[in-house]
């Protein structure tokens, strides 16, 4: 094996060929700068908003408005550099096209394989919140399931050696058993899977206009949850504003960087967007600035109308109306979030099939991945699979475990991003020319030869002043806190790297601003996390270097 064949990249040229106007071009271009705005919301406006908010409350008190703040930075600074990738790459495959033209063949492998955590994965998590929601649904009409078809055979299990979790216990006790198992599985999540599954093989078209409507209905809802919430609010309870301390507020990171998520699954829509390298940047960032708007807002609401004590719970917006007695709420967050989560589902369902459509026709992937429909026009195959990889999960997994899981595979993918846009070849003034003509997105040029040393000189004297012991508390390894600095340490590294690098090498200011604001994100990941993320990079390497270095087309020109 030849080493240096590992880093081996594809041209720009090549894969817009591929994706655009040659073999693959099967795809229906129906979308525009509002489906994709659309779409980014759909993703963004789910889970995160109507579950995983109420973890992050319950850490981080009303200061975890600081936290979606930081989060929406590094976001915002990665959208950015999305768009420019979306710009000069306009096909779909997200993060690992880019990683392919930026950092080479092994790299995009990584990266494709850290997305089907993100995509893939992540929607166990929020079939699992959906069917939570539905079930309070379906019981405000006095339908009842049994418990046994309500949650996962994990969650049970655990309420049954613990003894704690009424519905848990239920199940565990009241489940049929067939050849000495018990039968306990969450019906609702499956069922979502396969309709949602459905509709995305049946088409683009048909997904977007179901996605529209469900935004327009859960905007109007949570614009309602704000206005009716904002007349409960007792400012009391913003008091104390940080009660577990800056840790307390890093500590949901994960829960507030999954509400992030969903704005880079526009970046998979490349190849059905009528003018990709206009429209799919808008649409990225359009989607990212409304949605930190309403994550900020609803965070200082809920946090404003109970204590931050009291929002621990995996349906926060429906505990709050309950704890101040407003009934009528109950119904109409239930919706909100059954159409939330509903649309969420839909838009990641849409992009890992593209991912791996676009693996596929590099190699990496079995041939099977990249077959389009020909009546549907979608990535038949390849949808049929995500949908197994979603659904067979729910019988035996827990929704925390995804949560993080899912949240430090989709941080690793934007940091490369950020890394790829600071390794992209300069442009030739014919070619930015070109782009301003024709409206297509452009990062602008900010030299951070000076400006980023200066905000690392700034950074190192407020710690000094305000954490005196930061630093000789980051390089104490005793009592076991060498798990939990490790991260820390790597990031500060870095930043000296980056700083260097800036220096001497006239870095643009703008994705790395973003690298690194992805880095820090990464330090508030548990030790956990970072082993079974290592374990799943271990398992993806094996099956590239089994499969998809041989089959690589790159391999097989050469």
Known sequence: MNFSNLFRKKSTKAIVQEGGDGEHSGLSKVLNVKDLTFFGIAAIIGGGTFSAIGNACFSGGPAVVLLYIMCAIACGFTAMCYAEFASRVPVSGSAYTYAYVSFGELFAWIIGWALIMEYSIGNIYIAFSWSGYFTNLLESFHIYLPEWLTINYKSAHAAFETNKGVEGLAAWKNAPIIGGLKIIFDLPAVVINLLITYLVYRGTKESRNFSNIMVYIKLAIILLVIIVGAFYIDIDNWT?????????VMAGVSAVFFAYIGFDAV??????????????????????????????????????MVSYELLGVSDPLAEIFALKGVKWMLFIVSIAAVVAMTSVLLVFQMGQPRIWMTM?????????????????KTPSFATIVTGLVVGIPIFFTDENFVLDFTSIGTLFAFVLVCGGVLMLSPQSETELAERATKGKFRIPYVNSKFIFPLIMIIAVVLIVNYLPTFFSDIINFSDGKMATNIPMLVFLIVCVVMTFLSFTKNLSLIPLLGLVSCCYLLTGMAVSNWMWFGVWLVIGLVFYFIYGYKNSKLNLKA
């Open 240 to 248: 104390p504003f940080m009660p577990n301390g800056f840790g307390g």
């Open 267 to 304: 970046s998979t829509l490349a190849e059905e967007t009528k003018n990709p390298q206009r429209d799919l940047p808008k649409g990225m960032i359009y989607s990212l600035v409304i949605c930190t708007i309403v994550f900020i807002v609803l965070a200082l609401v809920i946090t404003g």
């Open 360 to 376: 596929s026709r590099d190699g990496l992937m079995p041939k099977k991945f990249a077959e389009i429909h020909p009546k549907y």
